[in-house]
């Protein structure tokens, strides 16, 4: 019997994250490289200066390395976890300093055009749902983000915020709706 390529890719790298969690540096470093353009990704889609993307991607993977390496590591979506870690950087970084993502950062002129993700990112922006997603509070898009892009269940967001996933269930259904009325004033 013969395993299909996803298979073998998804045993490849489940036995690279578990090399990883063991110290081996090839292995984190094989996945740094197959990871990196993944999260500067992450960083382009949120309009992120080059050095501050640097900075959120180097202490993503200090927080992830951290974790792997107290054992309790297992994540179905590598890369997913990864760039949620970067976002989170990005996120703090900027309540600490009290900004918040502008609506006119929902134009495209920041996307490089020989960036092999420029066609999906084009495809994000600058539709009128990208803008209004944009002026929601950066905690509610960040949430509405985990739970509808990246899939994460409410109670899994909960663990991560201290909360009961009710509570995150009632923030995600208060942040549609924001949303929606958002959606509605900027079509």
């Not at 073998?8 to 081996?24: M, P, Q, S, W, Y």
């Not at 976002?87 to 055009?113: C, G, K």
């Not at 960040?142 to 269930?169: K, P, Q």
Request: glycine fraction near 4%.
């Amino acid at each position: 019997m013969t395993t299909s390529a996803p298979e073998t890719e998804k045993h490849r790298r489940t036995e690279l994250i578990r090399r990883a969690c063991n110290g081996d540096k090839d292995a984190i470093a094989t996945l740094y490289s197959e990871t990196l353009p993944y999260v500067h990704a992450v960083c382009r889609r949120r309009a992120v200066p080059q050095h501050e993307a640097d900075d959120a991607i180097a202490e993503g993977w200090y927080r992830v390395l951290r974790r792997m390496r107290r054992g309790d590591f297992e994540v179905s979506n590598f890369e997913a976890y990864l760039g949620r870690a970067v976002q989170n950087v990005l996120y703090e970084s900027w309540r600490s300093s009290q900004r918040v993502f502008p609506a006119e950062m929902a134009h495209t002129d920041w996307i490089d055009p020989h960036d092999p993700h420029a066609e999906l990112l084009n495809q994000l922006a600058p539709e009128p749902i990208t803008i209004a997603f944009s002026q929601l509070p950066l905690d509610r898009r960040e949430l509405l983000h985990a739970t509808i892009i990246e899939g994460r269940t409410y109670a899994d967001v909960a663990r991560e915020e201290g909360t009961t996933s009710g509570a995150m269930a009632n923030r995600a259904m208060r942040a549609r709706q924001r949303l929606a009325d958002l959606y509605a004033t900027s079509a």
